[in-house]
């Protein structure tokens, strides 16, 4: 939304980021269903609210003072109320876009994520001793 609002082509700042150090599977993917407006990653809030809160209680329950988590925990419990427990998660960007005013859509993004990576067989994580 920043990108948005300072004027810039989102088409052009998605392949900045591409191909910088911002980059990630999760940019790649899932940030392309977002500017296309489908916003279907086939994740929900309530997942994102349960996931975040395993780890913050983990967090809290050894004192571990984080920062982040709790207010991400809290900006997801937001939009949980305001769109529903099953409200696609990217969908928390509508928090900025009504507060902005603006859609934060580009065209030319496919409505589904879209992953060209080879499968591979997953591992095991093993304990090193």
Not at 44 to 57: A, C, R, S
Not at 76 to 96: A, H, M, T
């Amino acid at each position: 939304m920043t990108a948005k609002k300072a004027g810039m082509d989102l088409n052009t700042t998605y392949e900045a980021i591409r191909i910088s150090s911002g980059n990630s599977f999760v940019h790649e993917t899932e940030s392309q269903v977002i500017l296309n407006g489908s916003r279907d990653i086939n994740f929900t809030m309530d997942l994102v609210v349960k996931d975040v809160g395993i780890f913050q209680e983990i967090a809290d329950r050894n004192q571990v003072p984080l920062e982040i988590s709790p207010l991400l925990l809290e900006i997801f419990k937001d939009g949980q109320k305001r769109y529903g427990d099953r409200e696609w998660s990217p969908n928390i960007v509508r928090r900025l876009e009504e507060r902005c005013g603006e859609k934060l859509l580009a065209p030319g993004f496919p409505s589904e994520i879209e992953d060209d990576e080879p499968e591979v067989t997953g591992e095991e994580v093993k304990v090193r001793k």
